[in-house]
C-alpha cells in the first residue's frame, strides 16, 4: 500500500480524502506536475517546480507549499515507497470554501489542496516501446486556447489517447488550422536530415519541462533546432518524428496516420537524443 502526500500529512492511499466540494473535482480547477524518478532520485525538479510556480500564477491560485518544503515531500515519498524507477504526480487545486460556486473563492479565506503520489514504473529507462517506436493518428485539437498552463483539464486528451487505441495505434497527435500543436501528452517533433523541427512555444502548447532539456541537449550536439509549425504531411515525409515528455523522456515515432516513416523503425536522431537525455538527466538528479 502506497504511502501519499495530502495537505501536509503523509497517510495510506486508503485514507486519503478530499472534499467533494473541492473546485478540482467540481470544476478542474486546477494544475499538476508529473516528475519522473531515476534510480531513486528526481529528474529536472526545479523545472517543474518553476512550472508549477508559472501555472499557479496564471490561474491567480496560491501556492501552498514552498519550493523547498516541495523538495522533502518528493524525497519522502522516494524513500517510504521504495521507488527506484517511476513517477510522482502532483496536484494543487483552489481548493473549497464549502460549496459549488462559479466565481473563485476568496484566496484569504480558502486553502488549496495539494496531493502528491508515487506510481512505480519498474523498466521506465530501459521502455521496449521506445525500441520498437509509436504509431501516431491525427486529431483535431478542439481543447482551450491556454495549453500553456498544466491544467488537469485532460478530457479531451484522454479521447485522443483511446482514439489512437482504437485504431491500433500508441497516440495522437493534435492538428490546428492545418498544423500539428502536440501529441496529448507530449511535445511533437520531426527531423528532416539534421534538422529537428518543432512548434515555437506559445499559448498553444505545453512548455515542456523535457522539451527544454532535449533542445538544449540537440543544439550541444551539433544538431540544427528549427521552431516553427508543420503540417501532418509533411511529418509523414521526415527522416524520423519523436515526441517528449517527462513520463517517456524520447519516443521514436515510426508511422503516422499510416504512413511509416523511413523504413518504419526508430532512426538514429531520436535514440540518441534520448541516450544523451537520460544520461544528463542522471547526473544532474536529486
Not at 37 to 42: A, F
Not at 100 to 125: C, H, M, N, Y
Not at 139 to 152: F, L, N, P, Q, S
Not at 242 to 255: G, I, K, L, W
Request: aromatic share 6%; proline share 4%; net charge negative.
Amino acid at each position: 500500500m502506497r504511502t501519499v502526500y495530502v495537505n501536509g500529512e503523509y497517510l495510506p492511499e486508503t485514507e486519503a480524502k478530499v472534499s467533494i466540494f473541492d473546485r478540482g473535482f467540481l470544476m478542474a480547477d486546477g494544475v499538476y506536475e508529473v516528475t519522473s524518478v531515476l534510480d531513486g532520485k528526481l529528474i529536472d525538479f526545479d523545472g517543474h517546480a518553476i512550472r508549477l510556480s508559472r501555472s499557479l500564477n496564471e490561474l491567480q491560485m496560491r501556492n501552498p507549499i514552498s519550493k523547498e518544503d516541495l523538495l522533502e515531500v518528493h524525497r519522502e515519498l522516494v524513500r517510504v515507497n521504495e521507488i527506484d524507477e517511476g513517477l510522482i504526480y502532483l496536484q494543487i487545486t483552489r481548493g473549497s470554501d464549502g460549496d459549488r460556486d462559479f466565481a473563485f473563492p476568496d484566496p484569504e479565506t480558502t486553502e488549496p489542496t495539494i496531493v502528491l503520489f508515487t506510481q512505480s514504473k519498474p523498466g521506465l529507462a530501459d521502455s521496449p516501446a521506445a525500441k520498437k517506436g509509436a504509431k501516431i493518428i491525427s486529431i483535431e485539437d478542439i481543447r482551450w486556447g491556454r495549453r500553456d498552463i498544466k491544467t488537469v483539464q485532460l478530457l479531451y486528451p484522454s479521447m485522443g489517447k483511446m482514439m489512437a487505441k482504437k485504431a491500433g495505434c500508441d497516440d495522437a497527435w493534435m492538428v490546428e488550422d492545418g498544423f500539428v500543436t502536440e501529441g496529448t501528452s507530449n511535445n511533437a517533433y520531426i527531423v528532416m536530415g539534421n534538422k529537428i523541427i518543432t512548434r515555437a512555444l506559445s499559448n498553444e502548447i505545453l512548455h515542456g519541462i523535457t522539451r527544454a532539456a532535449v533542445l538544449r541537449f540537440a543544439k550541444e550536439a551539433q544538431m540544427v533546432v528549427e521552431e516553427r509549425n508543420f503540417t501532418i504531411h509533411e511529418a509523414q515525409q521526415a527522416d524520423e518524428a519523436f515526441t517528449t515528455s517527462a513520463s517517456a523522456f524520447v519516443m521514436p515515432v515510426v508511422e503516422i496516420d499510416g504512413v511509416a516513416l523511413g523504413d518504419g523503425t526508430p532512426g538514429k536522431v531520436a535514440p540518441r537524443l534520448r541516450e544523451i537525455y537520460l544520461d544528463e538527466m542522471r547526473k544532474a538528479a536529486v
